[in-house]
Structure formats: C-alpha cells, structure tokens
C-alpha cells in the first residue's frame, strides 16, 4: 500500500503520514474504510509498530481518520481536512511564485516552467 523512502531525510513517520494524506484525498480509501492495523502495517513495512502509531495519532489529529476503541481506525470524511490541505498549499505555492519572479523570471516563463512541472509530476505519478 505504501512505500518508504529509506534515502529519505524525513522520519518514518512523516512519510508514512504523508503517504496515507496522499491516498485518502486521491480517493483511494473512502471515508469510513478501515485503517490497516498498526501491527500489521508495521510488519508489512519492517517498522517498529510505535512509529506506526505515532503516524495514526497524528492522522487523527488532523483530522484524516478517527479511532474506534476496540475496533481499529478509520477513514474521515476528508472534506474539511481536504480544504486545509489545498490552503497549505496555495500559501507554498504562493510564497515559492514570489520567490521565483524576484530572480527575474518573467510570468510567460513561469507559465512554462509549471506546465513543465505538471508534466513531470504526471510521468513521475506513472512509474
């Protein structure tokens, strides 16, 4: 289900809770769907389960899934998280534009530089 990037210079656990932002905003897991348990996502991965507990404690925290006592975690509906994710990332987008156009890069070549971006990002999505 998800890979971690050994290379990586990010703690496990931000990779794994990137990873599972990733695929509940793509629509992978369904609001409501269960959580892989922690011992066995741990297995699966060779990690300690603690890790994958503290990824869950903090995926619970914002808002991504909620826990069942007894019964594991699950999918949240995404909707508000989903929002506060795309502001997070139009104020990165926002500041890096600025960034770039004080080099001197005019509006015409960042239009192309992000087409260029999205491709790459599309063909990186594909492998």
Do not use: H, W
Request: aromatic share 6%; hydrophobic share 40%; glycine share 6%.
């Amino acid at each position: 289900m998800i890979l971690i990037d050994y290379k990586d210079r990010r703690p496990i656990y931000e990779q794994v809770i990137e990873k599972f932002q990733q695929i509940i905003l793509c629509g992978i897991l369904a609001p409501g769907d269960a959580m892989p348990s922690v011992r066995s996502l741990a297995m699966e991965l060779s990690i300690n389960p603690n890790t994958i507990q503290r990824a869950y404690q903090e995926l619970e925290r914002s808002g991504y899934i909620y826990s069942v006592k007894g019964k594991g975690s699950f999918v949240s509906d995404t909707g508000i998280a989903a929002e506060l994710k795309r502001s997070e990332q139009q104020k990165e987008l926002n500041a890096y534009v600025s960034k770039v156009l004080a080099t001197g890069v005019t509006e015409q070549e960042l239009a192309v530089m992000l087409e260029v971006a999205v491709e790459n990002a599309k063909k990186e999505g594909t492998k």
